[in-house]
């Protein structure tokens, strides 16, 4: 069975971050296809322009890491009912210099943990319509937008509830099938291509 490797955010900075603990839950309900990165953000100096013609190695690292993976996955909390700032920060690194987007065209999933009801909805619904911006093909559904609850989820990512867990591994498998189509799709010689077939063009 071919493999793909995801490289995953944690949009929090805290050691204890209850959406760390998910990433660790989706990690292990995820299909034996999907091989999984963490890519760190905590070291990033925050984004200028000044950097664009020669980017610190904090900057090089992530754009490297990001497109040597073949999809994205946000596991991100919601602050003041947006993106975390650092979140956005290698978000903003990772799209510049201009011209070389990092995550043009791959395959992203956006899920996220809150201790209220809405579960990051509108976390999500922003990070959507960045996403949409930086060409980075999204998973539509399921939407998952967890209400994080102690008694459910353990540290190590097991998850004490079989329904809560039956939930997350469907959302794992849709987002694994979904990275295949995306792959697919992006075969060499699609519109879209850098250098694309001026044939295929007039389609």
């Known amino acids: 069975m071919a493999s793909f490797r995801i490289g995953y955010f ?13 990433a660790r839950a989706l990690v292990k309900l995820a299909p034996e296809e999907l091989e999984f990165t963490e890519i760190p953000i905590k070291d990033l100096p ?21 497109e040597a993976s073949d999809g994205i996955l946000f596991v991100s909390p919601e602050y003041n009912r947006s993106i975390p700032g650092a979140l ?5 690194w990772a799209s510049r210099p201009w011209g070389t ?6 395959p992203t999933g956006i899920i996220g943990a809150s201790p209220g009801s809405i579960g990051t909805a509108v976390m999500q619904s922003s990070m ?11 998973l539509n559904a399921p939407e998952v937008y967890i209400q994080f609850k102690p008694e459910v989820f353990g540290e190590d990512g097991g998850i004490r509830d079989e329904s809560t867990a039956k939930f997350l591994r469907h959302y794992m498998e849709e987002y694994s099938a979904f ?17 694309p077939d001026p044939d295929k063009l007039s389609r």
């Open 10 to 22: 944690v949009g929090s900075l805290a050691t204890g971050s209850i959406n760390r603990t998910l």
């Open 46 to 66: 925050l984004y200028s322009y000044d950097y664009d013609a020669d980017f610190p190695p904090e900057g090089r690292a992530l754009k490297e890491a990001i």
């Open 88 to 92: 956005k920060n290698a978000i903003d």
């Open 101 to 106: 987007n990092s995550f043009a065209r791959k």
């Open 128 to 138: 959507r319509s960045v996403l949409s911006f930086l060409d980075a093909p999204q």
């Open 179 to 195: 990275v295949q189509r995306v792959l697919a799709a992006n075969a060499p010689g699609h519109i879209g291509d850098q250098e």
